[in-house]
């Protein structure tokens, strides 16, 4: 008698139970699945956090150059990325490791330092990865609520971090919310960091901050705690499609288990061509981000003008208590072919994020939303 696939019983398998129970992560609606939904052509993907600008010229010409061979493999240390990266922060190329995006560098330095029964401290709405991987490693994940003012509760991370934790993971500029630590602020929660816990300061957004916001690398270098600073080509250089993110090390020793929990060619050769590409053209990358940033405070006004309480923000997007359901409020958008992210960690359900798009689609999203607020 032949059997299908359907007639295994699934409790024939042991999973792991730590992988087995992990939350979904809440990913970005794929346009295809937009367009059926709406009806429509013209989606304004405002979901993601992606450039809406492109990415470089010189990317392009990268990723056409002959130079690129496919039909190779990558080099798996990333030696030529590392050297610029090294040259542009002005540290070691050995303390720096490359990956698949800075989610792969969340999942290795998880896998390099926690066991099952390590404690995790970090905030919430958070990126959901800070929670995921860890969890993924049999640890427990202690949240530290955002503020009433949607802020960083500085006296609650604070206590969190002194208590002892095996790894904070703390973003700032902050996914989902938007605003970023200021200098004291910053070294307020250092101050805080206790033997045997490794800091992890998430900078995906570093890029869109405003000049007064502080370059969380140079405060850790100075600082004589155990750190990573992560950041990522997938923001500010548009190069999400790619997935090229790194982590820069305290020392070379934590570098150097870091990259043994991650897969060896982990990041392929047209993303080494872009990403390389994309650090000689620095003048690209902020010339797109003045203009995201002159785009984020006129959504940002528009946004309060309508009624929302938005949160501060210096990143590519805004968090905004929508006044209701706004899983709600997204289904209606996306009918006007408008992707936007209803948030749905626990007591945040009347969240939405928003990325700032060009001009045309950040118009889309302001008229849609009045229409709305105005029935």
């Not at 270098?221 to 790194?246: D, P, Q």
């Not at 749905?344 to 999203?365: C, P, Q, S, W």
Request: include cysteine; glycine fraction near 6%; aromatic fraction near 6%.
């Amino acid at each position: 008698m032949d059997h299908t696939i359907d007639d295994i019983p699934a409790d024939t398998l042991a999973f792991n139970p730590h992988v087995a129970a992990l939350p979904p992560y809440n990913a970005g609606m794929n346009i295809a699945v937009a367009r059926s939904i709406s009806g429509r052509a013209d989606i304004a993907r405002l979901a993601s956090n992606e450039n809406p600008d492109g990415c470089s010229p010189a990317v392009l010409a990268a990723l056409s150059s002959p130079a690129l061979e496919p039909w190779r493999y990558a080099d798996p240390a990333c030696t030529a990325l590392r050297a610029a990266l090294g040259r542009k922060l002005d540290v070691a190329p050995d303390t720096i490791v490359v990956g698949n995006g800075s989610e792969e560098m969340i999942a290795a330095v998880s896998r390099a330092m926690l066991v099952p029964g390590s404690r995790v401290a970090t905030v919430v709405p958070s990126f959901g990865l800070h929670e995921i991987e860890p969890l993924a490693q049999g640890a427990e994940v202690v949240k530290v609520p955002m503020t009433a003012d949607l802020a960083f509760d500085l006296d609650a991370l604070e206590r969190s971090i002194a208590a002892g934790p095996r790894i904070v993971f703390l973003s700032s500029p902050w996914n989902p919310v938007g605003p970023a630590l200021d200098r004291s602020s910053l070294e307020r929660l250092l101050a805080a960091v206790r033997p045997g816990t490794l800091f992890v300061l998430d900078e995906a957004y570093f890029e869109f901050a405003d000049a007064t916001c502080p370059d969380g690398l140079e405060i850790l270098r100075e600082s004589g705690v155990a750190f990573v600073v992560l950041r990522t080509f997938s923001k500010a250089y548009g190069l999400a499609g790619l997935r090229v993110g790194y982590a820069v090390c305290c020392n070379a020793e934590l570098a150097r288990v870091i990259t043994a929990a991650k897969t060896p060619f982990n990041v392929n050769a047209a993303a080494q061509a872009a990403a390389i590409a994309a650090l000689g053209d620095e003048a690209w990358m902020l010339a797109s981000v003045e203009r995201l940033r002159g785009e984020r405070q006129r959504v940002a006004m528009t946004l309060q003008d309508l009624g929302f309480t938005v949160a501060p923000s210096q990143t590519n997007f805004l968090f905004f208590d929508c006044g209701g359901d706004s899983a709600s409020l997204t289904a209606v958008l996306l009918r006007q072919g408008i992707i936007v992210k209803a948030w749905r960690e626990k007591g945040y359900e009347r969240y939405l994020r928003v990325t700032i798009g060009t001009a045309a689609e950040n118009d889309h999203f302001m008229s849609a939303l009045g229409q709305v607020t105005r029935r």
